[in-house]
């Protein structure tokens, strides 16, 4: 069933829509629930099984608990792992250590911009978070209503704020701020605005490496749509066979905007160059991080060996690799890991699939060129290694699966384990474990 009859399906429900909960509240209400599910669950976690053993070197400098006892157990699902990259570079810039620079720049420069006035850039950082991430609901629903129709759209919204990554939306990442910019290019593509569709497209592109890969959905939106905009302009109808690989929309000079897109990677790359000289440290520095090409998607099968070397760890307990000693790690820990990384990655794939079939080509395309990135640089210990987190931003896929949940009436017990998931892997990361 195309997108196309799935919206077709909900005509008979306009009234109920124009009744419906305006995104705004329907954006608040997701937003404060998850985060009570994430405050208890970092909260509680820390009170009852503490701090990972052996994990204090992780911020030496405590950036992320700046605090006293209480506010610092209050930040504790707040600030965590990544988010001491993210001070640093927000408080220090990025100097001449290679390791930074894996890091864009616009999140750490807004928490900068931020933290002056509020005297704390922690605080910032969970501000931008908080603001963007709310930013980022309200538009889902707009897109989802606009391609499915309202509750989908509504369905949408509660999905993506009980993920079991959610946390990450509140925590000093950019993950909502790229979540935020990324649907805002996509909307402006969708309706023509193709300027402004650039520009976020860009901005994007300085807050992380596969902000690049908005590229994809605006040039396929310009020459195929779903476009509202420039009706006139339209070549042919869609047609069937090799006919479909043809322009369905005439290339205008408008098409232009789309550069904007790696022009934000662009000035980063060029930033860099001029204060360090290290103008091309982001794309060569990955096995600082332990990640390797493998080929086009090439973590698939390592991750899928890891996964069943795991699944035999825990079972049997085998000795370890030497990889595992070497990184410094539990092998159980990392069994373990790879093991979820594993499930994320077949219920990821699941969800492609589903997006690639029954959403218009951009959608799908732009969740496929997103996932290459990390698929094809798998990190050694840990083929998947924060998988999960980088699908968590990939809004196509929760669409085709806010569309699964409303066509099986799930909607409750889906949140309710989603709720358990999200409130389990807050405890993690609270707690200092390492989960993504």
Request: aromatic share 12%; charged share 15%.
């Amino acid at each position: 069933m195309e997108i196309q009859e799935l919206a077709a399906e909900q005509v008979v429900r306009r009234p109920a829509e124009s009744r419906a909960e305006p995104p705004w509240r329907l954006a608040w209400r997701a937003l404060w629930t998850s985060r009570l599910v994430v405050l208890l669950a970092g909260v509680f976690g820390v009170l009852a099984i503490g701090r990972a053993p052996g994990t204090q070197g992780f911020d030496p400098a405590g950036l992320t608990e700046p605090f006293g006892y209480f506010g610092n157990l209050v930040v504790a699902p707040l600030a965590r792992w990544d988010s001491v990259w993210y001070l640093s570079i927000a408080q220090g810039g990025y100097g001449h250590e290679l390791a930074r620079m894996q890091f864009f720049p616009l999140y750490p420069l807004a928490m900068r911009a931020l933290g002056v006035p509020l005297r704390s850039d922690l605080v910032a950082g969970v501000v931008i978070s908080l603001a963007a991430f709310a930013v980022a609901l309200v538009l889902l629903h707009r897109l989802v209503r606009l391609e499915i129709g309202e509750e989908v759209a509504r369905i949408a919204v509660w999905l993506v704020a009980f993920c079991p990554m959610a946390y990450y939306f509140s925590a000093v990442y950019s993950e909502s701020l790229f979540l935020a910019l990324s649907l805002g290019c996509v909307l402006c593509a969708r309706s023509g605005r193709w300027a402004l569709a650039g520009l976020l497209g860009g901005l994007a592109a300085a807050e992380r490496a596969t902000g690049i890969t908005l590229l994809v959905p605006v040039v396929i939106m310009f020459l195929y749509g779903p476009r509202t905009d420039a009706l006139p302009d339209r070549v042919r109808l869609p047609g069937s066979g090799w006919r479909r690989l043809l322009p369905t929309y005439r290339p205008r000079a408008s098409l232009g905007w789309a550069l904007l897109v790696p022009a934000g990677l662009g000035a980063f790359l060029l930033g860099l160059a001029l204060s360090s000289g290290e103008g091309l440290a982001p794309l060569q520095t990955h096995s600082l991080w332990f990640r390797h090409f493998a080929g086009p998607f090439g973590g698939v099968w390592d991750g899928t060996v890891a996964a069943w070397d795991g699944l035999r760890q825990l079972l049997h307990g085998p000795p370890p690799p030497s990889y595992f000693r070497a990184a410094g790690g539990d092998p159980l820990v990392v069994a373990g890991g790879n093991l979820v990384q594993f499930g994320f990655l077949v219920v990821g794939a699941a969800a492609l699939v589903g997006a690639l079939r029954r959403l218009p080509v951009a959608y799908g395309a732009y969740a496929l060129a997103s996932l290459a990135m990390p698929l094809s640089y798998p990190v050694t210990p840990q083929p998947l290694q924060s998988l999960s987190r980088y699908e968590a931003v990939l809004f196509p896929l929760f669409m085709w699966a806010a569309w699964w949940v409303w066509r099986r009436r799930l909607l409750t017990p889906a949140i309710a384990t989603l709720a358990v998931l999200l409130g389990l892997f807050t405890a993690e990361f609270a707690t200092w474990r390492f989960v993504a």
